[in-house]
C-alpha cells in the first residue's frame, strides 16, 4: 500500500534530515500510543497474576489462581451470559430494524433527509444523558413507557427493580442510540446495488420478496458483515448507559464484563480479579476487531 | 415489508393503468405514514425529556401523566444549574474536548503526512504498529492508566484527562488514505519550488483535505465531549469534572424526586453536540460512518 514519493528523485545519499522530521512528526503519537495503549495493554495482563489493591506497595504473585476463581464462579458465568444476551440482543435489534428503516427511507421520499438526520442524532449524544432520559422514560409510575401502558390496559413492569426487566430496559435504550447508524450504513450500502439487477430480476418475473431475498440481501452482505462487528465490539464495550441508568443491578441482572472491570478496580479495589476480567474480555474482543481490520483491509485495496 | 422493499426505480416508472398509479398513490401515503410514525417514536424521549424539563414538579409527579407542559416553566433549569456547578462543568468540558481534540487532530495529521510524503526505512511497519492500537480498547487498559496517572499526580488535572487519550490511530488512517489520493504532482512541484515540509503541509496538503480533516476534527469533537468512563476515574472533583459527569451528580443529588431539574440537566449537555451535529451533519455522518461502503 504504501509507496515512496521520493523514488525518483537523484540524490544517492541517505536522506538522514527527512528520517529526523519523520521521527519528529510520529514521536508524539506514537509514544502516547506506547505508554497509553500498548503498555498498559501488558500490564492489565501481568496485573491479572497478582492480587493488589491498587493502593497498597505490594503486589502479591497469585500465578493462575485469579483465572481458576473467576472460571469457577456462577457470578462471573452469569455476567458472561449478561454480556453475551445484551450484545446479542443489541446487535441483532439494531441490525434487523435498522435494515427495516434504511429500506423505508430509501424510497424516494419527501423529507427523508430529515428523517435520516433525526435518526442518527442519538448516535452523536452523550451516553450518560440518554441513559438519564431513558431512565426517566421507564420510570415505572410516572414514565412515558408507564403512560403508554396505561393507555393500553395494563401497568408497567418495574424496570428499574425488577431482574427479568432491567436488562430489556437497557438493551432498548442502546438500541436506540445506536440504530442511526446502522440505518445510515445500510442506506449507503443499498445505494451501490445497480438498479438494472432489479429489472433483471422483474423481468425474470421475481416478485418483491423474491428481489429482497435473491438481490438486496446478499449485496448487502459487505455491510451487513461490517455492521455486526462494529455492532459486537461497541455492545460489548457498553459503560455509559448501564452505568447511570442500572449500575449492574438489581441484583447483577445488567452486569457485563465492562461493568466488572470498573467494580472489581475501583469500587472494591480487587486489581487482580478486574485484570482478570479484563483480559478475558479482551481475547473476545480480538477475535471481533480482527475481523473487522481484515474487511477494513479489503476495502482499502479496492478502494 | 414487501412493499418497502422495492427500489427507487419502481417509484420513478411511469405507470401505464389507472388502478396500478392508485395503488401507487396508497403505498406512497403507507409509506410516508411509516416514516413519520418511525420518527416520532425515535424523537419521543427527546421530546419528552424537552417536556418534563418545562414542567411544574406537580405536573411531573402526578396522575394521570401530562403529555406536555401546560405552561413553560424555565425554573428546572435555574435549579439544575445551580443545584451542581454547571457552569464549571460546560468550562471543563470545553478546555478537554477543545485541547483532547487538537491535540489528537495534530497527532493524526502530523503522523499521516510523514507516512506518506517523508522517506523512511519501513515506514509500513511504522503504520502498522499504529493502526494495532484499534485493536485494544480503552476499558481493557484502565486500571493501569489510573496507576500510571496516579503516579504522574495527574489525578484531578486537565492532563490526566487529556493526554492518555492523546494518541490517535483511527485519525491517522483516515487522513493518510486522503493524503495518498492527492496528485503527485502538486506535490511535487512544491517541492521543486523549495517548500519546506511544514509549509507544504499547511499550505497546499491541507487546503487539498479539508473535508477530511473537518471529518476528523469532528468525530473527535463528538467522542471528547461523550467521553464518560475515563473522566469518571480522574475526574473526582468539581474543580476538573466535565459535562456528563456533571449530570451523574446531578442526578445522584435530585435523583427520581426532580426529574424535571434532571431533564434540563440532561438538556444543556445534549444541545451544544446535538446543534454542532445538525450544523455539520454531513461531515459527522461521513466521518462516523467511515471505511463501511467502498468509495
Given amino acids: 500500500m504504501t509507496f515512496d514519493r521520493g523514488r525518483g528523485d537523484t540524490r544517492r545519499a541517505t536522506p538522514w534530515r527527512e528520517y529526523l522530521l519523520f521521527l519528529l512528526f510520529v514521536a508524539p503519537n506514537v509514544l502516547l500510543l506506547f505508554f497509553f495503549t500498548y503498555k498498559p495493554l501488558y500490564e492489565t495482563v501481568r496485573l491479572s497474576f497478582y492480587n493488589w489493591d491498587l493502593i497498597s506497595p505490594v503486589k502479591i504473585w497469585v500465578g493462575l489462581d485469579n483465572y481458576r476463581n473467576y472460571f469457577d464462579n456462577d457470578t462471573n458465568r452469569y455476567i458472561i451470559r449478561n454480556t453475551f444476551v445484551f450484545s446479542f440482543a443489541t446487535v441483532v435489534g439494531t441490525l434487523v430494524i435498522g435494515l427495516g428503516l434504511a429500506l423505508l427511507l430509501n424510497r424516494p421520499l419527501r423529507g427523508r433527509n430529515a428523517a435520516r438526520t433525526i435518526l442518527f442524532a442519538p448516535y452523536v449524544v452523550s451516553g450518560a444523558a440518554i441513559g438519564i432520559v431513558w431512565l426517566f422514560v421507564f420510570d415505572p409510575r410516572f414514565g412515558l413507557v408507564a403512560a403508554l401502558l396505561e393507555r393500553l390496559g395494563t401497568t408497567s413492569p418495574n424496570w428499574y427493580n425488577d431482574p427479568n426487566w432491567a436488562m430489556p430496559m437497557v438493551i432498548i435504550a442502546f438500541v436506540w442510540k445506536n440504530l442511526g447508524y446502522a440505518v445510515v450504513v445500510y442506506i449507503a450500502g443499498l445505494q451501490t446495488i445497480p438498479l438494472e439487477l432489479y429489472e433483471a430480476a422483474r423481468v425474470d418475473g421475481a416478485g418483491a420478496w423474491a428481489r429482497f431475498r435473491h438481490v438486496t440481501i446478499p449485496h448487502l452482505s459487505p455491510v451487513t458483515f461490517f455492521l455486526l462487528v462494529t455492532s459486537i465490539l461497541s455492545s460489548m464495550q457498553a459503560f455509559d448507559i448501564i452505568r447511570v441508568m442500572t449500575q449492574g443491578g438489581p441484583l447483577d441482572a445488567t452486569k457485563t464484563m465492562v461493568y466488572q472491570v470498573y467494580e472489581q478496580g475501583f469500587v472494591n479495589y480487587r486489581v487482580g480479579a478486574a485484570s482478570t476480567v479484563a483480559t478475558v474480555l479482551f481475547i473476545f474482543l480480538l477475535a471481533a476487531t480482527v475481523l473487522q481490520i481484515r474487511f477494513l483491509e479489503r476495502r482499502v485495496h479496492y478502494s | ?295
Fill in chain 2, 1 to 295: 415489508m414487501a412493499r418497502a422493499v422495492a427500489t427507487g426505480a419502481e417509484l420513478q416508472q411511469p405507470k401505464p393503468r389507472q388502478r396500478v398509479a392508485w395503488r401507487g398513490a396508497a403505498g406512497a401515503i403507507a409509506q410516508y405514514g411509516l416514516m413519520v410514525l418511525c420518527v416520532i417514536v425515535i424523537f419521543a424521549p427527546l421530546l419528552w425529556m424537552v417536556g418534563a424539563s418545562l414542567k411544574t414538579r406537580q405536573e411531573i409527579y402526578s396522575l394521570p401523566i401530562s403529555w406536555l407542559p401546560s405552561s413553560l416553566h424555565w425554573e428546572n433549569y435555574r435549579q439544575a444549574w445551580t443545584a451542581v456547578p454547571f457552569e464549571r462543568y460546560f468550562f471543563n468540558s470545553l478546555v478537554t474536548t477543545i485541547l483532547g481534540s487538537a491535540l489528537k487532530v495534530t497527532n493524526g495529521v502530523l503522523t499521516a503526512y510523514a507516512l506518506v510524503f517523508l522517506r523512511f526505512p519501513r515506514k509500513d511497519l511504522v503504520f502498522l504498529a499504529i493502526l494495532a492500537a484499534l485493536m485494544v480498547p480503552e476499558q481493557v487498559v484502565l486500571i493501569p492508566n489510573y496507576v500510571l496517572v496516579s503516579e504522574l499526580n495527574w489525578v484531578n488535572t486537565y492532563q490526566g484527562i487529556i493526554i492518555p487519550g492523546g494518541g490517535v490511530a483511527f485519525g491517522t488512517f483516515l487522513m493518510r488514505q486522503h493524503f495518498l489520493t492527492l496528485p503527485k504532482e502538486v506535490i511535487e512541484a512544491a517541492r521543486i519550488d523549495g517548500a519546506g515540509h511544514l509549509r507544504m503541509l499547511w499550505t497546499i496538503v491541507l487546503p487539498m483535505s479539508r473535508p477530511t480533516l473537518i471529518t476528523f476534527t469532528l468525530i473527535t469533537v463528538v467522542a471528547k465531549w461523550n467521553e464518560y468512563v475515563w473522566p469518571l476515574l480522574v475526574a473526582t472533583d468539581d474543580k476538573v469534572r466535565t459535562l456528563p459527569l456533571g449530570l451523574t451528580q446531578l442526578q445522584n443529588s435530585e435523583g427520581q424526586t426532580q426529574w424535571g431539574v434532571v431533564m434540563a440537566g440532561a438538556v444543556f449537555v445534549i444541545v451544544p453536540i446535538l446543534a454542532l451535529f445538525v450544523w455539520s451533519q454531513r461531515h459527522v455522518v461521513e466521518g462516523l460512518t467511515a471505511g463501511s461502503v467502498k468509495g
